[in-house]
């Protein structure tokens, strides 16, 4: 059965940083879109960044220009870099992989931005 396990998510202040990163297991990623979403109390699950199996970055539009997507397929391993947080950015962070007939979420890392 695959496995998506996210990391790196943590209590940093406003302006900080941080790297999450998710590891997928007994798959191979290189032929997943991948994306990183969250979710806030009281708010619908949303976006936040896409990387195809090409490549090809997509941003929802309150991070674009401070978080980067990035991929390695080598270490079957995804990362989400999160410069310059928000409060607004608080929330649980979930690990996406998804192909036209499959799809897979990890359970989720919180996110925590104080001011």
């Known amino acids: 059965q695959v496995q998506v396990v996210e990391s790196g998510g943590g209590l940093v202040q406003a302006g900080g940083s941080l790297r999450l990163s998710c590891v997928a297991s007994r798959t191979i990623i290189r032929s997943y879109t991948m994306g990183w979403y969250r979710q806030a109390p009281g708010n619908q699950r949303e976006l936040v960044a896409l990387?195809?199996?090409?490549?090809?970055?997509n941003y929802g539009d309150s991070v674009k220009g401070r978080f980067t997507i990035s991929r390695d397929n080598a270490k079957n391993t995804m990362y989400l870099q999160m410069n310059s947080l928000k409060p607004e950015d608080t929330a649980v962070y979930y690990c996406n992989l998804q192909q036209v007939i499959r799809e897979y979420w990890g359970r989720g890392t919180q996110v925590t931005v104080s001011s």
């Open positions: 990387i195809t199996s090409g490549g090809t970055t």
